[in-house]
């Protein structure tokens, strides 16, 4: 039996399960269950702390797992990354109040508050930085108005909390996350395992494209195709006018609008977007 970790709260939960639904796997509906069986793919879910996860993964408790780049490189847990997800994206960067430092290589001597200490170690040591690194658990913004740090490092979606704090960003990025899937270093190939990540795979390009039908003008076909090559070719269909035949392709969901533009502009009609389920490409 396939046994999976997924987050059991905080950002990375709800994205993660939706992932697995999409995937074919049954996922809890009333978010209580910590365990989760589904016979129909032999598959066995447990619900976890983001945090852990990897270390389950990586001491060969469980095979796979899903959780947040920052997390499986905060430690030393045995786990690696196989896949990323798409979503969940953030940045690990550092912060402070204005002047106390222009670049990372100015914390040196400094105190710097975190609750990724091991990427924080790493990353000092990466640049020759002596620094003391203060652990904390949970939001580490007030560490300098409390007294308890000169510089935090912690994730960062939009910055709004730090300016708040009366914090800027200092340097650039130390690391871009996003949600990942896991498994133990030097594990043996699985079938099970590599079908999960198939599926998910498949759902994560699906999400990516769109499926777009519409009818041309034969003489405009190969400018049309030109538009929407597909993945191999366009498949192109007769129709009952011979002057006329129906296109089908994928393509990328954020392209979709400018293309059915163009495809307006020569002469297309009943242009149809629909959306695309999960694929194997």
């Excluded at 000092?124 to 203060?134: F, I, T």
């Excluded at 490092?153 to 939009?158: F, K, L, N, P, Q």
Aim: negative net charge; hydrophobic residues 45%; contains cysteine.
């Amino acid at each position: 039996m396939l046994r999976v970790a997924v987050p059991n709260k905080g950002t990375l939960s709800e994205p993660a399960a939706q992932l697995l639904r999409e995937a074919g796997y049954r996922q809890r509906r009333e978010g209580r269950e910590l365990v989760l069986v589904d016979p129909d793919n032999d598959a066995e879910f447990f619900f976890l702390r983001p945090r852990d996860i990897a270390t389950y993964v990586g001491t060969g408790q469980l095979e796979v797992g899903i959780t947040g780049r920052d997390l499986l490189l905060d430690g030393e847990t045995g786990a690696e990354e196989i896949l990323a997800l798409n979503f969940g994206r953030s940045t690990f960067r550092y912060a402070a109040v204005p002047g106390t430092a222009t670049t990372i290589d100015g914390f040196a001597g400094k105190r710097i508050a975190t609750s990724y200490g091991g990427i924080v170690r790493r990353d000092l040591a990466e640049r020759g930085v002596e620094a003391q690194v203060v652990h904390l658990d949970g939001a580490v913004e007030t560490a300098v108005r409390l007294g308890v740090a000169d510089v935090i490092a912690d994730v960062v979606s939009t910055g709004t909390t730090l300016r708040q704090a009366g914090l800027e960003l200092v340097g650039g990025p130390v690391l871009e996350s996003e949600a990942v899937l896991v498994r133990r270093r030097g594990a043996a190939p699985s079938p099970a395992v590599e079908q999960l990540v198939r599926r998910v795979t498949g759902v994560i390009i699906a999400r990516q494209y769109v499926m777009i039908d519409y009818d041309i003008r034969a003489e405009h076909l190969d400018a049309a195709a030109a538009l929407t090559p597909g993945i191999e070719s366009p498949t192109v269909s007769p129709l009952q006018d011979p002057a006329w035949v129906a296109v089908r392709a994928m393509v990328l969901r954020r392209d979709t609008n400018p293309i059915m533009d163009q495809l307006w502009e020569l002469g297309a009609k009943g242009i149809l977007v629909t959306d695309i389920l999960a694929c194997r490409l």
